[in-house]
């Protein structure tokens, strides 16, 4: 089992930054892909970015030459870095593990962007 905890959101105005933050703690979190999806209102929920174990990275459309994804396999966290932030990408976004055993969530962190 996992448990993943979101911090970094908050409030920033059009063409700033966040960085976000997914703490991991349980077992095997370095053997699995991590994610990245956010949901507007209104909306699907949508995947936003992707890192493998081997640290191969994978983005939306909507984000890419925006937003980087990494992981410190130290630290049992993966980031979410996010400039040029514009507000189409106001959302919640949340932390993803998949494993044959489940998938796996975090409580999720608002972003707004917003002058």
């Known amino acids: 089992q996992v448990q993943l905890v979101e911090s970094g959101g908050g409030l920033v105005q059009p063409g700033g930054s966040l960085r976000l933050s997914c703490a991991a703690s349980g077992n095997g979190f370095l053997i699995f892909d991590v994610n990245w999806y956010r949901q507007a209102p209104g909306k699907q929920r949508e995947l936003v970015a992707t890192?493998?174990?081997?640290?191969?990275?994978n983005y939306g459309d909507s984000v890419k030459g925006r937003f980087t994804i990494s992981r410190d396999n130290a630290k049992n966290t993966v980031y979410l870095q996010m400039n040029s932030l514009q507000p189409e990408d106001t959302a919640v976004y949340y932390c993803?593990?998949?494993?044959?055993?489940?998938?796996?969530w975090g409580q999720g962190t608002q972003v707004t962007v917003s002058s």
């Open positions: 890192i493998s174990v081997n640290k191969d990275t």
């Open positions: 993803n593990q998949k494993r044959p055993s489940g998938d796996f």
